[in-house]
């Protein structure tokens, strides 16, 4: 392996500070990874002596308040919430607040719509999973077959997507660290070699994939639930102790000449006048040749220090990947983002003045940026009839392209990244524009006649043209009109002229987080795990309160993040650890960071587990016990329950060492669908005696095919994982409806269930 | 068509935890209507296309419509989770599974 001169920069100057903390942080996680074990071996001695599934799948139904209330919520806070949601507020804004407004009411909607209903349902029955319900209370072996292929479908996608993401964090998390860096330095090539990933991410995923894994499998519920407790005291914690501290510091990182105004007013003033930074790639220089491989690590500060040959000299910019500029080369192009505001622009130099003092290499202050590039696509007309041996696509040639508003703009060529040996009519080829500038009047005139004049030269250049061009601006948000989008609805977004969360949007997210959550089967199990109706009542209050001590705050925190590091557009999934580095350095407590860091980690790890206990119980009791040997003993069970865990635990770790593409996507699929497919039939079954299997198993077959044929059409035109929105409307909401009207308008043309069953569920029960 | 002896083990009225439990469940469901509304309203006029930005109002600290759309319905939400936990929301019996009866038995024995 060549040697690699680590170029420094503002992040891993953070690094550097970070590791001061690194040893906490590891320490941390070695003492939490720990804990988990302990638990683990005392709930699997509470599987003696108690019935085995009800115990192992369920938690013998006796969850107290603390474990009822933090299981749940922990279990619906996953990793998204600790990493997806800060880089969301970094990016959009105060708009956030919005988008998760419904978990003002999630609580009482999760645990109160359905939670006391299907407890007692679910005893009547002795269900211990939710297809165990539909089935026993409609007396329909197909239902139960039906909800068990669903859940097993939708599950499985989205642990291997979860295995995933709890990797990635690891990787985030571990990643300054010396150790760590150091460990996977020594493992061999052939254990890298089976991710396309690389061998950290492999080495995460083994270490976060093994230690769930193994506490599940030997635990079981308890398990699961006791560190859901765990992990979500860490979250609160985290929270509590980062929001004075983002407040304060943030204040205190505004330029009192720029406001009169304190503490978060202060912030929200300067939020105003932000705009969103331009996503360019950008060619930087060393002054000579590098001698070995020299890396450039993602989040580092470029500028072109005093050599601007296209705009002014005051333009600074970050890097978003890691880049190497190869041995006896002397430039490389690099993905990054340009910072436009002005006060922004205050801080950013800054930092970077702080990365180049602190690059204890001496290479970062000599790296320059030599021109800015946009993205584009150059095609070939198919009915080209020219010798295009003769085409020569080279730096600076003129290429005419039509803007979305018709107008017929020129843009001058720095290179062609496609393969150009064998051109053919109708070829599409990637290629970089130098720093496209919008212009009119007589310069756009002028550029005209100089493409015309290069066409009168080289007439084979005719027809050739640039079909799409990124100018790298924010398509809401960058616009004069549009300044002030972080503190306003529908907030910046990057490809959506429409904003970031426009009014259908922000409905659609009022039904997905608290309609939705109520759907989730996972849900569902822990509301049939709770001891009485004392601890639900107090459980419910408890995650109100817990909710509203982690959300809102966290949309105070992120916004104060805009102000303390600016530019983290460029790595917004790292805005949460380099959060927590940054405000614990700030005050001389790096070991603070541990605590802070580990939240996130807990978040995906207690979403994890749950999903993993689901798909096994899925397996175990509803296809083995109650379909292929209902007179299994409590000794096969045992040994079946660990297996299958243990199998379909290590089956989502090999499918997450080269996961699919589209993995979010899939999160957010597989959480939508199992709503629409599992909402109508449960509450028709707990609420409505007149509901009958043929009604419900419509009902459930009806919204998932709706909420399907969605991302089946938006696929068809062409938007890849994109579900087709009509009315901008969520799939969710299609399918919930859909759900809702085909199940009640089935039920009311086939017969009605027995008198028996509606006695059963919806009669007292006489004593003796 | 079930017999008349599995028919009498069982009162003609309903079961008073699946009323209780259908009736907070409309309470719970007019609630989130409620919340919806407050919030999507009050944010559609108050925090889409302000006019100008830069001087957008400020209720501690936070833009007013978060403050007034989210931060005050939040607070009441809590208020009314709270009510509703311990002054409407009835207790009830949710009855005893069949992998249940050995622990109560354990239970009683200990007892």
Known sequence: ?768 | MASDLERDSYSSEPDPTFVNSRREAIVIFCTWFVALIWAVTYCKINGYDIEDPANIPTTLGMPSWVVWGIATPWLVADLFTTWFCFCFMKDDELGIAGDEEHLEHAAEVDG
Request: glycine share 8%.
């Open chain 1, 1 to 768: 392996m060549a040697n690699l001169t680590f170029i420094s920069s503002m992040k891993e100057h953070c690094m550097l500070a970070a590791a001061e903390s690194g040893n906490s942080v590891l320490f941390t996680f070695l003492i939490y990874i720990l804990g988990v074990f302990v638990i683990a071996w005392l709930s699997n001695k509470l599987l003696q002596n108690r019935n085995f599934l009800s115990e192992y799948f369920l938690g013998s139904r006796g969850l107290g308040v603390w474990a009822f209330a933090l299981t749940l919520a922990a279990t619906s806070s996953s990793g998204g919430s600790f990493m997806g949601f800060p880089a969301k507020i970094y990016t959009h804004g105060w708009v956030l607040a919005l988008w998760i407004g419904s978990y003002m009411v999630v609580p009482i909607c999760v645990m109160g719509l359905l939670g006391k209903r299907i407890n007692q349902v679910a005893r009547i029955s002795g269900a211990i999973t939710v297809p165990d319900i539909l089935r026993d209370r409609f007396n329909s072996v197909w239902f139960g077959l039906v909800s068990v292929a669903l859940i097993i479908f939708f599950m499985t996608f989205n642990l291997v997507a979860q295995f995933k993401a709890g990797s990635e964090i690891l990787r985030t998390l571990l990643g300054p660290i010396d150790a760590f860096n150091s460990a996977v330095a020594s493992l061999p090539e052939w254990f890298g070699n089976f991710s396309g990933l690389g061998a950290d991410y492999m080495l995460c995923l083994v270490v976060f994939g093994i230690a769930v894994i193994v506490y599940t499998t030997y635990g079981g519920f308890h398990a699961v639930v006791w560190t859901d407790v765990m992990q979500g005291i860490v979250m609160v914690v985290g929270v509590i102790i980062m929001l004075p501290l983002a407040i304060s510091q943030a204040t205190d990182a505004i330029d009192s000449s720029d406001s009169s105004k304190t503490g978060m007013a202060a912030v929200t003033e300067e939020m105003a006048k932000m705009v969103p930074p331009r996503h360019v790639s950008v060619l930087v220089a060393l002054p000579h040749e590098a001698t070995e491989d020299t890396q450039i690590p993602p989040g580092t500060w470029v500028s072109f220090q005093g050599t601007a040959p296209h705009g002014a000299n005051n333009r600074v910019f970050r890097t978003k990947q890691r880049h190497i500029i190869a041995s006896g080369s002397q430039v490389a192009v690099v993905e990054a983002i340009e910072i436009i505001s002005d006060s922004d622009k205050r801080r950013s130099f800054i930092a970077m003045k702080s990365q180049n003092e602190n690059d204890t290499v001496g290479v970062v202050p000599s790296l320059e940026v030599r021109f800015v590039l946009n993205q584009a696509t150059v095609k070939i007309p198919a009915d080209y009839n020219g010798d295009l041996n003769a085409v020569k696509l080279q730096v600076r040639t003129l290429l005419p392209w039509t803007d979305e508003n018709g107008t017929k703009r020129i843009a001058r060529l720095y290179a062609v990244t496609s393969p150009v040996d064998d051109l053919k009519a109708g070829d599409a080829l990637d290629a970089y524009v130098i720093d496209f500038v919008k212009t009119a009047g007589t310069t756009l005139e002028t550029e005209q006649s100089v493409y015309k004049a290069q066409v009168d030269e080289f007439p084979q250049l005719a027809g050739i043209e640039i079909t799409s061009l990124d100018d790298g601006y924010y398509a809401y948000g960058a616009a004069d009109e549009e300044v002030g989008s972080y503190v306003m609805a529908p907030g910046p977004h990057r490809d959506s002229t429409s904003g970031f969360l426009p009014l259908s949007l922000a409905i659609s997210f009022f039904f997905m987080w608290a309609i939705s959550g109520t759907g989730q089967p996972s849900n569902m199990v822990r509301l049939m795990a709770f001891k009485d109706t004392v601890t639900l009542r107090r459980s419910i209050f408890t995650v109100a309160l817990y909710y509203t001590m982690i959300y809102f705050p966290l949309v105070i925190i992120f916004c104060c993040a805009r102000i303390l590091l600016p530019g983290m557009e460029a790595e917004a999934d790292r805005i949460m650890p380099q959060m927590a580095v940054t405000l614990t350095t700030n005050v001389g407590m790096g070991w603070l960071a541990g605590l802070l860091i580990a939240a996130p980690f807990a978040a995906v790890m207690s979403t994890v587990d749950s999903f993993l206990l689901m798909i096994s119980s899925a397996l175990v009791r509803d296809i083995y016990q109650r379909n292929m040997n209902p007179d299994a003993t409590e000794k096969q069970i045992k040994k079946l329950s660990y297996i299958f865990t243990l199998v379909v635990g290590l089956g989502a770790l090999v499918g997450a060492m080269n996961p699919p593409e589209f993995l979010q996507d899939i999160i957010v699929y597989t959480g939508s669908g199992l709503a629409a497919a599992f909402l109508a039939p449960v509450v028709f079954a707990l609420y409505w005696p007149r509901s009958n299997h043929q009604g419900c198993i419509a009902a459930m077959t009806g919204g998932f095919g709706a909420h399907l044929s969605l991302y089946i059409i938006g696929f068809i035109n062409g938007e890849g994982f994109t579900p087709y929105r009509p009315l901008e409307l969520d799939p969710i909401i299609i399918g919930l409806f859909a759900s809702f009207i085909i199940g009640f308008i089935v039920t009311l043309k086939t017969a009605p269930p027995s008198d028996k069953v509606v006695q059963k569920y919806f009669y007292k029960k006489l004593e003796g």
